[in-house]
């Protein structure tokens, strides 16, 4: 009802138009062709408003898409000219040890990190899902760390992760769970814990509003008539709401999946990669190919191979959500 | 009385986990305006003995000044926020209202290219922004940081300019408005809550991006502020002026928590239109 007030207010404050005279006609018949030339009009006047639009994404998107497909069948210099090499590129890709390395540690990561920032965001929207005073201070708070950038979180926890002035190290030898500070970002395996903490810090509070989105979605009357039948708490979330979060469950899945596989920033600034390139994720390999080694033909086939990946993740996923049975 | 407890220890744990969450970024802002020794002292003080702006002063020299990248960053965001609601909103406006052969498929084009991460198309865009002299151009970062955005803002226009009642324009028709004026003067008002998410979205996108910024900006001087900020983690004859990191990245982050704040309805009622299938 409020939206009608608005519009009779928008109708009310229109300023005079001007009024075309010439497309007011007696005559039926003129009437009628003026209709449908205005009609022809009105259709070119469409395309024009697509214009600007379409025109950025093809030139600045589809045309480069597809030339990493193209730059990929190339030895690509950047000063000189391109060989074209047919795949080569790519059979040079199945026996470089560092993109097996990073499709390895890519892989783990997201193993890591996707649950946890799917279990904890489910966590926290059924935390919120009351209406209580306060509770969208509560969820702003959860959020947050997802609106900053990744390099700010990532330049932020390097300091707080730092042996000598970090606070993460001053915390634990002050409960006394270690004795001399841990060089954190010197070691694979804490580096790894350190990123994965920080990512799945800064992700979760995604996750939580789309199952905020979901649990809203899902009838009261559903949860009343649970309540009813004496089911508890648990039972509840496992056997009513979360058959009934599907889709949100896969959704959640697939962005979190792929997120962590075109993860960048922080390992860039954390560790440039180190140590000794055990923490190069698969677009940070893309990355050093193609403007560090300047190698755009190894760089796209790479990129290839990566989206073609991501494809293939995304299918099993959404595959497995929708049909649990055949997975 | 176990109301009032179990009350009492919701808010107890949902208050320490938002700590929690916020205490990086708290952390580090109230850090940054701690005296210069202060700020690395170990065991750190956890709140400044006199607030000073010694870190941000600190900070000032960095790259070409940091108030050149300040502004570099601020500008770019600009252009992303300007280029993406126009060209979004046009877009919306002609997808929705408009039938146009075609439409339908391009309007998919669009969306699917949601899809294709930009990571896996840097290369060639780099070649692509050297053709038309726009590498090392906050004009063609700018317009790089645009096209990513525009899926999702051509998105979001449609759906906005579709749940505006057509009884609306017909008036304006028989009036004998042209369809820029329909638009400027009847649908715009109505369709604002999605021209902010729209813009809200293009800023956070644009200020906070890194790779793009990295890969396609090459002379200091141009350079956003996550970039310049990596001097300042390599610090200077092997020492790190933490004070200066911690200012440069409360700079970072501080207009998106006052932005988000601001404008958190538009900014959730944008994602669900997103997330949630229309």
């Known amino acids: 009802m409020r939206e009608?007030?608005?519009?009779?207010?928008?109708?009310?404050?229109?300023?005079?138009?001007?009024?075309?005279?010439?497309?007011?006609?007696?005559?039926?018949?003129?009437?009628?062709?003026?209709?449908?030339?205005?009609?022809?009009?009105?259709?070119?006047?469409?395309?024009?408003?697509?214009?600007?639009?379409?025109?950025?994404?093809?030139v600045l998107f589809a045309v480069p898409l597809i030339l990493t497909g193209w730059i990929s069948l190339h030895d690509w210099p950047l000063i000189g000219d391109p060989t074209f090499s047919g795949l080569g590129n790519y059979k040079y890709i199945a026996s470089d040890p560092q993109f097996w390395t990073s499709i390895w540690f890519t892989t783990r990561f997201a193993l890591v990190v996707t649950p946890g920032t799917v279990l904890i965001g489910f966590g926290l929207a059924l935390l919120v899902r009351r209406v209580l005073p306060g509770i969208v201070a509560l969820r702003t708070a959860y959020f947050l760390p997802v609106v900053v950038g990744?390099?700010?979180?990532?330049?932020?926890?390097?300091?707080?992760?730092?042996?000598?002035?970090?606070?993460?190290?001053?915390?634990?030898?002050?409960?006394?769970?270690?004795?001399?500070?841990?060089?954190?970002?010197?070691?694979?395996?804490?580096?790894?814990?350190?990123?994965?903490?920080?990512?799945?810090?800064?992700?979760?509070?995604?996750?939580?509003?789309?199952?905020?989105?979901?649990?809203?979605?899902?009838?009261?009357?559903?949860?009343?008539?649970?309540?009813?039948?004496?089911?508890?708490?648990?039972?509840?979330?496992?056997?009513?709401?979360?058959?009934?979060?599907?889709?949100?469950?896969?959704?959640?899945?697939?962005?979190?999946?792929?997120?962590?596989?075109?993860?960048?920033?922080?390992?860039?600034?954390?560790?440039?990669?180190?140590?000794?390139?055990?923490?190069?994720?698969?677009?940070?390999?893309?990355?050093?190919?193609?403007?560090?080694?300047?190698?755009?033909?190894?760089?796209?086939?790479?990129?290839?191979?990566?989206?073609?990946?991501?494809l293939v993740l995304s299918a099993i996923q959404l595959r497995a959500i929708r049909h649990p049975a055949e997975a | 009385m176990t109301k009032t407890l179990r009350r009492g220890s919701f808010y107890a744990f949902a208050s320490a986990l938002a700590v929690a969450f916020l205490f990086p970024l708290l952390w580090a802002a109230l850090s940054s305006f701690k005296p210069p020794d202060e700020a690395v002292a170990s065991p750190p003080?956890?709140?400044?003995?006199?607030?000073?702006?010694?870190?941000?002063?600190?900070?000032?020299?960095?790259?070409?000044?940091?108030?050149?990248?300040?502004?570099?960053?601020?500008?770019?965001?600009?252009?992303?926020?300007?280029?993406t609601v126009v060209t979004g909103t046009l877009a919306g406006y002609g997808f929705s209202r408009f039938k146009f052969p075609g439409r339908n498929i391009l309007f998919v084009g669009i969306l699917a290219t949601l899809m294709i991460p930009f990571q896996s198309i840097l290369i060639p865009l780099f070649l692509v922004l050297g053709i038309f002299h726009l590498t090392d151009s906050?004009?063609?970062?700018?317009?790089?940081?645009?096209?990513f955005q525009i899926p999702f803002a051509v998105f979001l226009m449609r759906n906005s300019f579709d749940s505006v009642p057509r009884e609306l324009e017909d008036a304006a028709v028989i009036d004998g408005a042209s369809t820029l004026d329909i638009l400027v003067r009847v649908m715009l008002p109505i369709v604002r809550p999605g021209i902010v998410s729209v813009a809200l979205f293009a800023f956070l996108a644009a200020w906070n991006e890194f790779l793009a910024a990295v890969v396609l900006l090459s002379k200091s001087e141009n350079e956003t502020l996550p970039v310049i900020l990596l001097n300042v983690q390599i610090g200077r004859f092997g020492t790190i002026d933490w004070g200066a990191l911690q200012a440069g990245t409360t700079l970072a982050f501080l207009p998106c928590v006052i932005v988000f704040v601001l404008l958190q309805r538009n900014y959730i009622s944008g994602l669900t239109a997103g997330a949630v299938k229309a």
């Open chain 2, 45 to 83: 003080t956890f709140l400044p003995s006199h607030l000073s702006l010694d870190n941000y002063a600190k900070l000032a020299p960095y790259g070409a000044g940091i108030i050149r990248h300040l502004g570099n960053s601020a500008l770019v965001s600009l252009i992303c926020v300007a280029g």
């Open chain 1, 150 to 310: 990744m390099s700010a979180c990532s330049y932020i926890w390097y300091w707080m992760f730092n042996d000598r002035v970090g606070i993460i190290d001053a915390g634990l030898k002050s409960i006394g769970l270690i004795r001399q500070p841990t060089e954190w970002l010197a070691d694979p395996t804490t580096a790894f814990i350190a990123i994965a903490v920080i990512t799945i810090w800064k992700s979760t509070g995604f996750s939580m509003v789309m199952f905020m989105v979901g649990l809203h979605e899902i009838p009261e009357e559903v949860f009343e008539a649970a309540r009813v039948d004496g089911a508890g708490a648990f039972q509840t979330v496992w056997r009513i709401a979360l058959p009934l979060l599907r889709q949100t469950i896969a959704l959640v899945l697939v962005l979190a999946v792929i997120g962590s596989f075109l993860a960048f920033d922080q390992f860039y600034i954390m560790t440039r990669g180190g140590p000794q390139n055990q923490t190069i994720s698969i677009v940070y390999w893309i990355f050093a190919n193609g403007f560090v080694y300047y190698r755009l033909g190894y760089g796209s086939a790479l990129a290839v191979v990566l989206l073609l990946i991501l």
């Open chain 2, 138 to 147: 906050l004009l063609g970062l700018g317009l790089v940081y645009i096209t």
């Open chain 1, 4 to 58: 009608f007030g608005g519009v009779r207010a928008i109708l009310h404050g229109i300023p005079k138009l001007r009024i075309d005279r010439s497309l007011i006609r007696t005559d039926h018949r003129v009437a009628g062709t003026k209709w449908l030339a205005s009609l022809g009009r009105r259709d070119i006047a469409g395309v024009l408003y697509v214009m600007p639009a379409t025109l950025l994404v093809l």
